[in-house]
């Protein structure tokens, strides 16, 4: 069954403060996998997309790393901000299956003062 | 702002009624792809269309339906609607090309 599990499920830190977030998946045929931010009632908005082919990418203060092989997923937040509080959802994309993305349940971060 | 807009931005309907939602897709993207969102979970796929068919279906039973127009605005329509229905329903439009999905605000219905 294809799955995308993440780790923690909630964090919580303090401004300034870095952090990692995990994702491991069991999605084969793999496209890409993202990472998405949300805020609480609004729709995700997307951070990075990583094809296999892709170890790292950056997106200002947020770096994903994809390792293929093991079917996992990090994604690492620098000097964070109050208005990094959101849920941070990672998204694998099956390939050749009509753009289903299949979504982990999400890591809800908290910044705080 | 992602020029994705949804409508309404809430509904509240009763057990057994059909509802229709609305998704407006940003300029130029002519798929869209409409997810199922329970409090605390991840969305849920239920189906995309690309130019006016359907492309690729979760696993959403058959009351779940979709339209795209001419357009490319698309509306996800749910018939004999239960209480395990309630949920933020969000729409994303994209090009075939790439793989960008650009997601609405989402439409937050309540089933009672």
């Known amino acids: 069954k294809n799955q995308v599990e993440q780790s923690p499920q909630s964090l919580i830190i303090l401004e300034g403060k870095n952090c990692t977030l995990q994702c491991n998946y069991t999605v084969s045929p793999f496209s890409n996998l993202r990472w998405y931010k949300q805020d609480t009632g609004r729709g995700p908005v997307s951070l990075t997309i990583?094809?296999?082919?892709?170890n790292t990418k950056s997106n200002g203060r947020y770096t994903a790393t994809l390792d293929a092989d093991t079917k996992q997923s990090s994604l690492h937040i620098t000097a964070s901000q109050l208005s990094d509080s959101a849920s941070y959802i990672c998204v694998v994309e099956a390939y050749n299956q009509g753009g289903k993305l299949i979504f982990g349940q999400g890591t809800e971060l908290s910044v705080k003062p | 702002e992602t020029g994705v807009t949804q409508s309404p931005t809430h509904l509240i309907k009763t057990r057994g009624q059909q509802v229709t939602l609305r998704c407006s897709s940003q300029?130029?993207?002519?798929?869209v792809s409409w997810y199922q969102q329970a409090l605390g979970q991840g969305p849920q796929f239920i189906f995309q269309?690309?130019?006016?068919?359907?492309?690729g279906r979760g696993n959403f039973p058959p009351r779940f339906s979709g339209l795209q127009f001419p357009n490319y605005s698309s509306e996800l329509n749910v018939n004999a609607l239960e209480l395990d229905d309630s949920a933020l329903y969000l729409c994303?439009?994209?090009?075939?090309?790439?793989?960008?999905?650009?997601f609405g605000p989402g439409t937050r219905l309540t089933v009672t």
């Open positions: 990583m094809t296999f082919s892709e």
């Open positions: 994303a439009s994209s090009s075939l090309l790439r793989r960008e999905q650009y």
């Open positions: 269309y690309y130019r006016e068919e359907e492309n």
């Open positions: 300029s130029g993207h002519n798929t």
